[in-house]
């Protein structure tokens, strides 16, 4: 039969990441084209000692249904942990526990937006987040980043044009996926400034927080709050399981339960089994202490690629320095098309994601791309920007 579409869905095309990935089961293929972190960053054996116990002692609760909410454990931890290192968190806030740090960015957009509201982004942005507000039926509109965050008069210039049908500004100031760059406090705070100003609710994303491998910390724009407009998300992704699909939303308590309306009609709650192995490893191990052997293996290897890049590449290739994160963004020559550059890399084994990916405009042209540093090993990086800085010593000729 023919399908009849939404209209929603009818615009919207699959992620070029996870498409990218379909191509990498290729013998000695490098790919630098993952967010994924890396697995040796898993605590596989305290995981294993936490899932038998819970199986053994409390397994109606891991496999019963839960409250929406999440697990109470586990929500009283992330309140207690993003309080202590992010300042985050008033009486008037709560606090989510949802399938991946994703679905919080989605369940707040469903929460707010109506179709043909515009959703403000930093440009480029992760594209998914861009494809959970667009196939909520808002438009993403995109405001140019600087090397210390989102431009603010071309920000506030946005705002005032879009009047208001601007209902969320979403951001990621901590180690920016796809740039790897950090806001500075002084934008952050000008960032809040206008949210305020025109009557924004703010979504910060802050996955990578915790990964602070190089410079000092950077206050959250949401220990800034002061009336109930920063949402602030989070994830487990990067610092214990990807797999696992648990992350957090804490936003004030009256958004906060539109946001749980939305989550029962999408998944009832998050997995149980995942919730319950979270908070046994926050109150039995020392997740701290984990954290910082992701950070320096991460330093390593950030390290290692800039390293290589300042060795392999023509001096005309600009890319950022990240303090943290999974990322770094590289930017073209002028006159070398992005996507020849990409195929050519491709036809090489060699996979990165093109700029035009993170676009809040799809139809936009790019002349960077993005590459990740927390999954090749050592040998694959050097091997894989040597192979990248000779096409493109060879493109410019």
């Known amino acids: 039969m023919e399908y009849r579409i939404s209209d929603k869905m009818a615009v919207m095309k699959p992620s070029a990441i996870r498409e990218i990935f379909k191509s990498l089961g290729t013998t000695g293929a490098i790919s630098f084209a993952a967010g994924n972190p890396a697995p040796e960053s898993f605590p596989v054996e305290a995981f294993s000692k936490i899932s ?23 929500r009283e931890l992330v309140k207690k942990r993003i309080s202590e290192k992010f300042s985050v968190g008033t009486d008037n806030d709560d606090t989510i526990i949802t399938s991946g740090g994703q679905q919080a960015i989605e369940l707040c957009c469903k929460a707010l937006c109506n179709e043909g509201d515009a959703v403000i982004c930093e440009n480029p942005s992760f594209i998914g987040a861009l494809n959970a507000f667009r196939s909520n039926g808002a438009r993403t509109v995109g405001v140019p980043l600087d090397n210390d965050g989102i431009n603010i008069a071309a920000l506030e210039e946005t705002l005032k044009n ?7 500004l979403y951001v990621i100031p901590t180690f920016q996926n796809p740039g790897g760059i950090t806001t500075s406090l002084e934008k952050r705070k000008e960032i809040y400034a206008l949210a305020r100003k025109y009557d924004v609710v703010i979504i910060e994303d802050n996955p990578y927080g915790d ?17 109930g407009r920063v949402v602030y998300c989070g994830s487990f992704s990067k610092i214990l ?20 309306v939305a989550k029962q009609v999408e998944d009832v709650h998050t997995n149980m089994f995942f919730q319950m192995m979270c908070a046994e490893y926050m109150e039995k191990y020392d997740l701290d202490a984990h954290i910082e052997t992701i950070r320096s293996l991460y330093r390593h290897k950030c390290h290692k690629m800039l390293e290589c890049l300042d060795k392999y590449m023509p001096k005309e290739v600009k890319f950022t320095r990240p303090e943290g994160g999974l990322f770094l963004w590289c930017t073209l020559p002028e006159g070398i098309a992005l996507s020849d550059f990409v195929n050519r890399a491709k036809d090489s084994l060699v996979f990165v994601v ?28 050097e091997k894989g920007i040597k192979i990248l800085g000779d096409i493109i010593k060879d493109m410019l000729k």
């Open 52 to 74: 038998a116990d819970i199986l053994s002692t409390n397994a109606v609760t891991a496999l019963q249904y839960g409250t929406t909410e999440g697990y109470p454990k586990l």
């Open 162 to 168: 879009e009047g208001n049908k601007a209902k969320i």
């Open 211 to 227: 990964l602070r491998f190089d410079g000092e910390d950077v206050p959250t724009i949401k220990s800034m709050d002061e009336d």
């Open 241 to 260: 399981s990807a797999g696992m699909r648990v992350g957090f939303a804490c936003a004030n308590k009256e958004l906060l339960q539109k946001m749980v």
């Open 354 to 381: 093109p700029g035009t990916a993170f676009n809040c405009n799809e139809s936009a042209p790019s002349d960077s791309f993005r590459l990740n540093y927390s999954m090749p090993s050592d040998e694959e990086i």
